[in-house]
Nanobody, 127 residues
Framework: QVQLVESGGGLAQPGGSLRLSCAAS????????MSWARQAPGKGLEWVSG????????YYADSVKGRFTISRDNAKNTLYLQMNSRKPEDTALYYC????????????????????WGQGTQVTVSS
C-alpha cells in the first residue's frame, strides 16, 4: 500500500535552515508529481510547494518563494523540502502528498488533487 513518511522537523530559531524528507513506498514514485502542504496552529491546510514527476519543474506558494526549495531523488523514492531563512509564521505541521493521477503536475494548490498524505512532521520556529 502507499506510504509516505515525513521526517526532519523540529524546533529551531528564526533565520536558520532545515531539510524535511518524505520517504515514499507502495507506488511508482517517479510517475507522480508530489507536493508539500502545511497546517499552522488554528488554520487550514495550505499548499506550500510542488514538483513535477521527473523534477524538471518546481512550484511555490508566494509565502515561501525564494526561501524554500523542493527537490526529489527518484532513485531513492524520496521527496525533500529545504527550508531557509525560516520565520515564526513557518511554524506548522508539514505534510507530503502524492498527486492523485499522472495528470497532476505539482503546481496545483487544490488539495483534492492529492490522494495520499503522510502523517506530518512538526516544524516550530521560535527564538
Amino acid at each position: 500500500q502507499v506510504q509516505l513518511v515525513e521526517s526532519g522537523g523540529g524546533l529551531a530559531q528564526p533565520g536558520g535552515s532545515l531539510r524535511l524528507s518524505c520517504a515514499a513506498s507502495g507506488f511508482t514514485f517517479s510517475s507522480y508529481a508530489m507536493s508539500w502542504a502545511r497546517q499552522a496552529p488554528g488554520k487550514g491546510l495550505e499548499w506550500v510547494s510542488g514538483i513535477y514527476r521527473d523534477g524538471s519543474d518546481t512550484y511555490y506558494a508566494d509565502s515561501v518563494k525564494g526561501r524554500f526549495t523542493i527537490s526529489r531523488d527518484n532513485a531513492k523514492n524520496t521527496l525533500y523540502l529545504q527550508m531557509n531563512s525560516r520565520k515564526p509564521e513557518d511554524t506548522a505541521l508539514y505534510y507530503c502528498a502524492k498527486g492523485a493521477s499522472m495528470v497532476v503536475a505539482g503546481n496545483e494548490p487544490e488539495l483534492w488533487r492529492y490522494d495520499y498524505w503522510g502523517q506530518g512532521t512538526q516544524v516550530t520556529v521560535s527564538s
